[in-house]
């Protein structure tokens, strides 16, 4: 802790502060400000470089701190040292919004507990998949409710997979991706996520969460029930409690010379509303906007 001031640090020159400490009150907050000069030639390449150290910061401090902490979906601002004006992102936690279980949800339901064809695994597997958050925890439970589904359960090998059936519900592409080809998984991403290889840039590219969501559902349309009783074009599907959050981009500047601050605009839009904020105004200049 740096002994000039309670509750903070410095890490690749990342200085952490936390929110609100005080000797009274101790951590009467759940929140750290994380703040850092970075050299870079526009906004999303200072962007990066600052999200790489708390990349890789951000992940030790949960395996000693052993409870959750996150940085990837909260607000920040970033202000050039040659500017007045800020670009900042604003996020707050919504409430989620359920889906309806109708008539056609209780013929679905019916079916399924009158059918013998998928596994027990598979609803278990899923069930954890929809309630857990997390792109890289849900798709592995994902991965093992596929693999549930298609297990071949009577055969000279138990366990095997019946690829076939793998390329019908997924398709080739997406099969070959996730499960790579028969026999030689090496680069698949499923091999790589479950083998202690983390995402590389390349996966960043696809939703591989809704892609495999959405095949799944198709195939119990088709195959299971053999018609449309599970809605196929659910906006957010695998809807959670927890997690939820709507947010905001854009440039503001500080009224009266002073410079932005991620504190002040949180305050003063969480009491005031971005309508109503006496101490910053948004700025829609292009000829500004545009060279950050």
Not at 104 to 109: G, I, N, P, Q, S
């Amino acid at each position: 802790m740096d002994e000039r001031r309670a509750a903070s640090f410095t890490l690749l020159d990342v200085h952490f502060l936390h929110w609100d400490f005080d000797h009274r009150n101790d951590w009467s907050h759940n929140y750290w400000l994380a703040t850092g000069s970075i050299e870079g030639s526009n906004l999303d390449q200072a962007f990066r470089r600052f999200r790489e150290k708390l990349g890789k910061i951000i992940p030790r401090v949960a395996l000693i701190g052993q409870c959750y902490v996150e940085s990837v979906f909260q607000p920040f601002l970033v202000l050039r040292e040659d500017k007045d004006v800020a670009f900042f992102r604003f996020v707050r936690d919504v409430q989620g919004v359920g889906l309806m279980f109708m008539e056609k949800e209780r013929k679905a339901l019916n079916h399924l507990l009158a059918n013998a064809e998928v596994p027990e695994e598979f609803y278990y597997y899923w069930n954890d998949a929809v309630n857990a958050t997390g792109y890289s925890s849900k798709l592995l439970l994902m991965f093992s409710a596929i693999e549930a589904l298609v297990k071949i359960r009577n055969g000279s090998n138990p366990g095997q997979k019946d690829w076939s059936k793998l390329e019908r519900i997924l398709g080739v592409g997406l099969k070959t991706e996730i499960w790579g080809e028969r026999g030689d998984p090496t680069n698949a991403l499923r091999h790589r996520l479950v083998h202690g290889e983390y995402f590389n840039p390349q996966d960043s590219t696809k939703n591989y969460l809704e892609l495999m969501h959405k095949k799944i559902i198709a195939y119990f349309n088709e195959s299971i029930f053999r018609e449309g009783l599970i809605e196929e074009s659910v906006v957010h599907p695998q809807r959670h409690l927890f997690g939820n959050r709507e947010e905001w981009r854009g440039f503001l500047r500080a009224k009266e010379r002073n410079c932005p601050n991620l504190k002040g605009v949180l305050k003063e839009s969480k009491n005031k509303g971005f309508e109503s904020m006496e101490c910053y105004e948004f700025v829609y200049d292009r000829a500004i906007t545009e060279s950050y």
